[in-house]
């Protein structure tokens, strides 16, 4: 168990709609991320915030926003969704957010029909 | 720029053999870099990680990797496979040029045959 809770584990949409997926980080880490992957894109970074703050921005789609909260969990909306977004989304947490070690959840398995 | 590339997106060998999969940088400075394992259905989970410290660095599960500056690579070995190494692997770099961002390889499926 990394202690990087994801929440939920399995959701299923259809086109069009809105969702929210969220992410409680490990106890003491400041920085969360959050990766989407999925078999034709294999692993594509997002974002990152470190204590509150975006700290980088990766291949984030505009429909898609995060923002970290004053407890340091996390979340990721995702709207307007569309066919391609099925993917299985992780989030991971590590200290300081700077070339260490990152814990990852288990992830949240995105189908949209 | 840095990069990563992951020379193979499969590997297969037989239980008891050695594996090797490999991954080669670009970096222009210092790199840090890591190799992550995930298993089916699982996150992500560091096996070993290189910061300028001993050139050979070994991590979990008996897997071991040796950074080569002239080679640019950091390869991945385990002296016998094992059917619970069967999972995806991920070559990862940072440095000062990607603000230390981590830049992932395209993976490498590993395939344990009995």
């Known amino acids: 168990d990394s202690g990087v809770t994801q929440t939920p584990k399995h959701l299923i949409t259809a086109t069009g709609q809105r969702v929210t997926l969220r992410c409680s980080p490990r106890s003491g880490d400041l920085s969360v991320y959050w990766y989407q992957q999925s078999l034709d894109q294999g692993l594509q970074f997002l974002i990152q915030?470190?204590?509150?703050?975006?700290?980088a921005k990766g291949n984030i789609l505009e429909r898609f926003s995060a923002q970290q909260f004053p407890d340091l969990h996390s979340e990721l909306n995702l709207s307007s969704l569309e066919l391609g977004d099925s993917a299985l989304y992780f989030c991971?947490?590590?200290?300081?957010?700077?070339?260490?070690?990152?814990?990852f959840g288990s992830g949240t398995q995105l189908s949209v029909l | 720029a840095q990069s990563v590339t992951q020379l193979d997106s499969h590997v297969s060998v037989s239980e008891g053999t050695p594996v090797l999969l490999r991954c080669n940088y670009s970096?222009?400075?210092?790199?840090?870099l890591f190799w992550y394992v995930q298993h089916p259905n699982k996150g992500l989970q560091l096996l070993l990680k290189?910061?300028?410290?001993a050139t050979l660095v070994k991590g979990i599960n008996g897997f071991e990797a040796e950074f080569k500056k002239s080679e640019t690579s950091f390869h991945l070995t385990k002296p016998s496979a094992h059917m619970s190494d069967a999972a995806e692997y991920f070559c990862?770099?940072?440095?000062?040029?990607?603000?230390?961002?981590?830049?992932w390889g395209a993976g490498t499926k590993l395939i344990i045959k009995p």
């Open positions: 290189y910061t300028s410290a």
């Open positions: 990862v770099v940072s440095d000062l040029d990607s603000n230390y961002q981590l830049i």
């Open positions: 915030y470190y204590n509150g703050e975006e700290r």
């Open positions: 970096s222009s400075y210092s790199p840090s």
């Open positions: 991971a947490s590590s200290v300081t957010g700077q070339n260490e070690k990152l814990f």
